[in-house]
């Protein structure tokens, strides 16, 4: 007998579809990170790259890893296994991604960058958008 059962908390029922909720919630938030993450290197850093003539093959393979990630994720038939597996995905994989990214934009011309550098970003009041 679970321990919220015993206290009259929660049924056993109720406790495992609270668990799935609060899963199936971090698999959705994690789902629309990685898109939108996929969607800004190919609307945003791709072009980026191509504009300044900087080789954006690290941008490329970021997204097919991103994407490739995620599918794997939704063959999956365990919620639990799915959530672990975004759970690497979201700490390990995308923060990897992010700094292939980060690298990227230290290699294209400010000019050329069409998303706001952290400098931008931290001193809103001195850039004009």
């Excluded at 080789?55 to 994720?73: H, Y």
Aim: charged share 20%; hydrophobic share 50%; aromatic share 6%.
């Amino acid at each position: 007998m679970l321990h919220a059962e015993t206290h009259g908390v929660f049924t056993e029922a109720e406790t495992v579809a609270r668990k799935d909720i609060l899963l199936e919630q971090y698999l959705g938030t994690v789902d629309m990170e990685v898109h939108c993450m996929v969607n800004m290197i190919k609307t945003a850093v791709i072009p980026s790259c191509k504009a300044a003539a900087v080789d954006f093959a690290t941008a490329t393979a970021g997204v097919t890893t991103l994407q490739s990630a995620w599918a794997a994720i939704e063959e999956m038939d365990d919620l639990y296994a799915q959530c672990a597996a975004a759970r690497t995905l979201r700490l390990e994989t995308m923060v990897a991604v992010r700094a292939d990214i980060d690298t990227l934009e230290g290699d294209v011309p400010e000019a050329d960058w069409s998303l706001a550098s952290y400098r931008e970003l931290l001193f809103l009041d001195s850039h004009p958008f």
